[in-house]
């Protein structure tokens, strides 16, 4: 299995930034893809932003224009950079990976980091 360790999260006021980061370990396997999802209170898990392993980047169009994802040269560290931050984006966020080792394939996750967006 994949091990990920999320930091960062915290209290920000609106139109502020936070960077959140994930630290993953793959062992023996090869992780092809990462990802940031969240989940706010009382509704379903949703995703952020995701890359590939080339570098191929996707996002919600809630978080367009505001957050960045990206991953660290030659680690499998992930970052998400987010700016000008609303109320609306108040939620648990969780790190994703998806690898493989030979014919098997798996999809981990960390144990999430609370980010609050509040006055």
């Known amino acids: 299995q994949v091990q990920l360790v999320e930091s960062g999260g915290g209290l920000v006021q609106p139109g502020g930034s936070l960077r959140l980061s994930c630290a993953a370990s793959?062992?023996?396997?090869?992780?092809?893809?990462m990802g940031w999802y969240r989940q706010a209170p009382g509704k379903q898990r949703e995703l952020v932003a995701a890359?590939?392993?080339?570098?191929?980047?996707n996002y919600a169009d809630s978080v367009k224009g505001r957050f960045t994802i990206s991953r660290g040269n030659a680690t499998n560290t992930l970052y998400l950079q987010m700016n000008s931050l609303k109320h609306e984006d108040t939620a648990v966020y969780y790190c994703?990976?998806?690898?493989?080792?030979?014919?098997?394939?798996?999809?981990?996750w960390g144990q999430g980091t609370q980010v609050t967006v509040s006055s």
């Open positions: 994703n990976a998806n690898a493989s080792y030979s014919q098997t394939s798996v999809s981990s």
């Open positions: 890359i590939t392993s080339s570098g191929s980047t």
């Open positions: 793959g062992g023996i396997f090869t992780i092809y893809a």
